[in-house]
T-cell receptor, first 117, second 114 residues
Framework: GAGVSQSPSNKVTEKGKDVELRCDPISGHTALYWYRQSLGQGLEFLIY????????KSGLPSDRFSAERTGGSVSTLTIQRTQQEDSAVYLC???????????????FGEGSRLTVL | AQTVTQSQPEMSVQEAETVTLSCTYD???????LFWYKQPPSRQMILVIRQEAYKQQNATENRFSVNFQKAAKSFSLKISDSQLGDAAMYFCASVSSVGYALNFGKGTSLLVTP
């Protein structure tokens, strides 16, 4: 596709259930990011994938959160045993180069809004 | 670590007028990049403008320009001739030149009135 695609757009789940959020980055982009946007807050960095390197998971808030990126393309963010505080918009972004390189403009998807009841 | 502060949760501007959104940041890095992103109701973040810290000249993109004060660690966004389509959340962000994860402020909600 032409842009970053995320699914589902909206997800309502019950507390304690597991959820999977999917991100399909722009073709050829080696860098992929997950951010969390809680109500009234800025974007909180979760995890970063760059090519075949080990991901930077330093932003994951707990061990209930995990992410993988298969074949250097599609990424899945999994939240196990969801809690109400997990309710947020989860944004995925990709870039051709790391953003600190100066040429790495981030292209964002429209996010997945997660509501935990 | 870099922190970004946006002190204006909400701003309002009349159509065709000019508005300035404030942003300050804190970093120990000597080389870094600063950004303004726009988030409309569709939720998709869109890059508005980017500034390289080593450049003294303020970046401009059509009706959007920045006032970059490196010593004061200030990076404000000026929107000229405001249009209804400019209504959105605006986020200021920074990244070190050797980093990759953007640090975002909490955003400023801009309302444009006819």
């Amino acid at each position: 596709g032409a842009g970053v695609s995320q699914s589902p757009s909206n997800k309502v789940t019950e507390k304690g259930k597991d959820v999977e959020l999917r991100c399909d980055p722009i073709s050829g982009h080696t860098a992929l990011y997950w951010y969390r946007q809680s109500l009234g807050q800025g974007l909180e960095f979760l995890i970063y994938f760059q090519g075949n390197s080990a991901p930077d998971k330093s932003g994951l808030p707990s061990d209930r959160f995990s992410a993988e990126r298969t074949g250097g393309s599609v990424s899945t963010l999994t939240i196990q045993r969801t809690q109400q505080e997990d309710s947020a918009v989860y944004l995925c972004a990709s870039s051709a180069q790391p953003s600190g390189s100066g040429a790495g403009e981030l292209f964002f998807g429209e996010g997945s809004r997660l509501t935990v009841l | 670590a870099q922190t970004v502060t946006q002190s204006q949760p909400e701003m309002s501007v009349q159509e065709a007028e000019t508005v300035t959104l404030s942003c300050t940041y804190d970093t120990s890095e000597s080389d870094y990049y600063l950004f303004w992103y726009k988030q409309p109701p569709s939720r998709q973040m869109i890059l508005v403008i980017r500034q390289e810290a080593y450049k003294q000249q303020n970046a401009t993109e059509n009706r959007f320009s920045v006032n970059f004060q490196k010593a004061a660690k200030s990076f404000s966004l000026k929107i000229s001739d405001s249009q209804l389509g400019d209504a959105a959340m605006y986020f200021c962000a920074s990244v070190s030149s050797v980093g990759y994860a953007l640090n975002f402020g909490k955003g400023t909600s801009l309302l444009v009135t006819p």
